[in-house]
């Protein structure tokens, strides 16, 4: 993809990359006040998507579609804090948000599921896993995480150190606002060839979000960090990493993959930290390895 497609491209409105994918919506009261927004369809084994920092459920509509497509029961949410989620009084802290997941699988009723995380959420389903061991055993059959991190996630990351603070002075969204500089801007996320569709449903979908409200969550993946506790958790994970990744580098990818205990890795050349655009079938075969 050259600049000027990138510059020259326009996505409709009513694109379905932009809408919620067709299912039931619900959403799940938490009790501090946060209200959860799922979108689920299908029939077969459960698939849960959680999405990544600053996105939201819009991210896995490919994935959402080849799913339900392919047999499964699908449930795409929303983090609190994005797309049609509030935040209530606990916050947007690790604990909190780890919480709604286990709450949404619970309100699911989720047996033997798959649980496919990106970037933040992936983040999330760690400490899920350590802070609520019984019920993933109970509610999970796997993992698969893309794009991942355990914690730590800006060592390594030239990326990150350079749009972090930028994005906390507000300089990022004025950019993302401007779409010669913004699609440029978020085409980072992606590989080598982005398809400029992506690009700009990525680059409407951060606008979205309220970026202002969600540093808490920011930090915890800044600060936080769970690799030496990886040997806790027991589900199967398969890790995907794009080799081009800038957000998550691959040294996060290496450690969790070699530090499950129950863990493979793939890797994906030429891609980047946006997987569930770029490599949708793949995360689809992640979920249902062809034998």
Partial sequence: MSKPELHAFQLAQNDPLLQLPAGVVDFLQRPDGTRIRSVSRGQGPTV???HGYLLDLTLYNLVFEAL???????????QRGHGGSTIGSDGLGSAALAGDYAALLEHHAVE??????????AFL???????????????LQKLVLLGANAGSVAQGSVQNRIQIPLLRFGVTRKLWERPRVGRPL????FGVRPDPRHVEATRLCLL????QHSFPMLNAMLHENYYARL????????????ELDRTCPRWHSQRLGAELPRARNLWLP?????????????????VDPRG
């Fill in 270 to 286: 030429e891609l980047g930290h946006m997987l569930p655009y770029e490599a949708p079938e793949v995360v689809v075969d992640a």
């Fill in 125 to 139: 389903s760690i400490v899920l896993c350590l802070r609520e061991p019984a019920l993933v055993r109970r509610r």
């Fill in 68 to 78: 339900v497509s392919a047999g499964h029961r699908v449930i795409a949410f929303d």
């Fill in 112 to 121: 033997d599921g798959t649980l496919v995380a990106h970037s933040m959420g």
């Fill in 186 to 189: 978020v085409a980072q996320l």
């Fill in 48 to 50: 849960v998507l959680a």
């Fill in 231 to 242: 040997g806790e958790v027991s589900l199967p994970v398969t890790v995907l990493c794009g």
């Fill in 208 to 211: 979205r979000q309220r970026e």
